[in-house]
């Protein structure tokens, strides 16, 4: 059973930094991609970043330049550097693992709360 853990959100001023790290534990497979999701009160949960096994990634149009998403394969870890951040990145933010290869599924973790002051 894949467990997803993340960590590191908070509540920032505008303009400040996070990082957030999500950790898979219970299997020795790697995710074929693995990428954080966001949703905001009202809205849509929206994608924000994805890497995939070989290192190729993808942001949000909203996020370029600022967010930068890497992994750890050794640890079956992703980050999400978060800089410049803006009241408008509020939301929860939930970490996605693919392992459709392997298990035939997607696993998520809780989502961890960002909050941005002006």
């Known amino acids: 059973q894949v467990q997803v853990a993340e960590s590191g959100g908070g509540l920032v001023q505008a303009g400040g930094s996070l990082r957030l790290s999500c950790a898979a534990s219970?299997?020795?497979?790697?995710?074929?991609?693995m990428g954080w999701y966001r949703q905001a009160p009202g809205k849509q949960r929206e994608l924000v970043a994805t890497i995939t096994s070989g290192g190729s990634t993808n942001y949000a149009d909203s996020v370029k330049g600022r967010f930068t998403i890497s992994k750890d394969n050794a640890k079956t870890t992703v980050y999400l550097q978060m800089n410049s951040l803006n009241p408008e990145d509020t939301a929860i933010y939930s970490c996605?693992?693919?392992?459709?290869?392997?298990?035939?599924?997607?696993?998520w973790g809780q989502g961890t709360q960002v909050t941005v002051s002006s």
């Open positions: 219970g299997t020795f497979f790697s995710p074929n991609a």
């Open positions: 996605n693992l693919n392992y459709s290869r392997t298990y035939g599924r997607d696993y």
